[in-house]
């Protein structure tokens, strides 16, 4: 059975970067089939998609988010990141790591992290 | 951008009833590329539909989904009190990629 567990700190101050991890077992993370995705939920709202990351490292980043997303892997470890740069209030939110399906088939998110929440204050 | 509207937002019923929520996208969608996730309080979403129809593993067969184009359809033939939660529709192919619904919640009547 793959998990999925984020992990990281609760709070960040502004401008800070904020990083979080997350670690798969359960089986690896060196498949061409799936990719792995950050997402996130703001208190009481819908799910955003951020990007996802390959096991070779290819990346692919939602355009509609400004450029302060970075998603890296460590296949080693089977884990994979999220760094987030010069985070400010509006970047509150639950963040998920998901597995990710892509295929002519069909592609969706098929095991989450349980989330984590990161709220960012002063 | 395609953007998925869900219909209605809030579903009030009780158990035994069936439920019908909508998901309608503002362009085309491929049949494949739909999903659907349920989503309780406090917990991470959950795959329910792929490909617009197909089960995901370990999923109750009072799940059903159907549709395609613009249309889509995520029907619970009979709620179960498990079932009282919000549901996401999601699609995959254009820019930004991933987009999901706003979410249709049921709640109890």
């Known amino acids: 059975q793959v998990q999925l567990q984020e992990s990281g700190p609760g709070l960040v101050k502004p401008p800070q970067t904020l990083s979080l991890t997350c670690t798969v077992s359960g089986g690896s993370i060196s498949s061409g089939v799936y990719y792995l995705s950050w997402l996130r939920q703001h208190p009481g709202k819908g799910l955003e998609w951020i990007g996802y990351?390959?096991?070779?490292?290819?990346?692919y980043y939602n355009p509609s988010l400004k450029s302060r997303f970075t998603i890296s892997v460590d296949t080693s470890k089977n884990q994979f990141s999220l760094r987030l740069s010069s985070v400010t209030a509006a970047d509150t939110a639950v963040y998920y790591c998901?597995?990710?399906?892509?295929?002519?088939?069909?592609?969706?998110?098929?095991?989450w992290g349980q989330g984590t929440l990161v709220t960012v204050s002063s | 951008e395609i953007v998925l509207t869900q219909s209605p937002g809030t579903l009030s019923l009780s158990p035994g009833e069936r439920a019908t929520l909508s998901c309608r996208a503002s362009q085309s969608v491929s049949s494949s590329s739909l999903a659907w996730y349920q989503q309780k309080p406090g917990q991470a979403p959950r795959l329910l539909i792929y490909g617009s129809s197909t089960r995901a593993t370990g999923i109750p067969d009072r799940f059903s989904g159907s549709g395609s184009g613009t249309d889509f359809t995520l029907t619970i033939s009979r709620l179960e009190p498990e079932d009282f939660a919000v549901y996401y529709c999601q699609q995959y192919g254009s820019s930004p990629l991933f987009t999901f619904g706003p979410g249709t919640k049921v709640d109890i009547k």
């Open positions: 990351i390959s096991y070779s490292g290819s990346t």
């Open positions: 998901a597995r990710t399906r892509i295929a002519v088939a069909s592609s969706y998110f098929d095991y």
